[in-house]
């Protein structure tokens, strides 16, 4: 079956740079594109397609990525940037049309 | 502005069919790329696409559930209308439902309806 995988948990000192990674196999067919959700909030785009950002999102997150994996920078973190982030994929299977990764939880130290 | 706004039970019997309704403002979904898709979230866990309507009406849904799922649109009431039948306590969850404006990207979400399933 079509997935993408995340690490569960990363931590990063205020003002340094945290990196996530996302792995799957259509990653290496279609771009990634990341969620940022707060808790009781809805999840909002942060990343799409090659590096771009939605209006209003800060330029420290930036995306990029190698292969079947996806990643997600943010240079110079803050503490609003605690949150669980979800990267998103269109699917390979025929007739789904898209997979989430199974989410990282950003801790700012 | 784009908004979409999830209206259904907060509470539904195993066996059950689940009606959800999302209501949108901001933008036709006949125009030309647009896409609405329905994505739910059980308690702590990771967001799970379930379903996807777009400007053509072509339905698509997620293998492991398109037996359960029917999604359908009504373009004169600017809504979008997913049914899950023989609901489970497996799938108590918010649901949300998310545009997609032509990028394979969800760009907007409605806030979200918390459904519980439980005798």
């Known amino acids: 079956s079509s997935e993408l995988t995340q690490d569960a948990v990363v931590s990063v000192a205020l003002g340094q740079t945290v990196r996530i990674t996302c792995q799957g196999d259509?990653?290496?067919?279609?771009?990634a594109s990341w969620y940022q959700q707060k808790p009781g909030q809805a999840p909002s785009l942060v990343i799409y397609g090659r590096n771009k950002r939605p209006s209003g999102i800060p330029d420290r997150f930036s995306g990029s990525s190698s292969g079947n994996t996806a990643f997600l920078t943010i240079t110079g973190a803050q503490a609003e940037d605690e949150a669980d982030y979800y990267c998103n994929s269109r699917d390979t299977r025929l007739y789904t049309r898209f997979v989430f990764g199974s989410g990282t939880k950003v801790t700012v130290l | 502005q784009v908004t979409l706004r999830e209206s259904g039970p907060a509470l539904v019997k195993p066996t059950q069919t689940l009606t959800l309704t999302c209501t949108f403002s901001g933008f036709s979904l006949t125009s030309s790329g647009k896409c609405v898709s329905w994505i739910r979230q059980p308690p702590g866990k990771a967001l799970e696409w379930l379903a996807m309507v777009d400007w053509e009406d072509d339905k698509f849904y997620d293998a492991s559930l398109s037996t359960r799922l029917t999604i359908s649109r009504d373009t004169s009431k600017n809504q979008v209308v997913l049914t899950m039948t023989n609901v489970d306590p497996m799938d108590t969850a918010t649901y949300y439902c998310?545009?997609?404006?032509?990028?394979?990207?969800?760009?907007?979400w409605g806030q979200g309806i918390l459904v519980t399933v439980s005798s």
């Open positions: 998310a545009l997609d404006s032509g990028d394979y990207v969800f760009d907007s």
């Open positions: 259509s990653l290496g067919k279609f771009y």
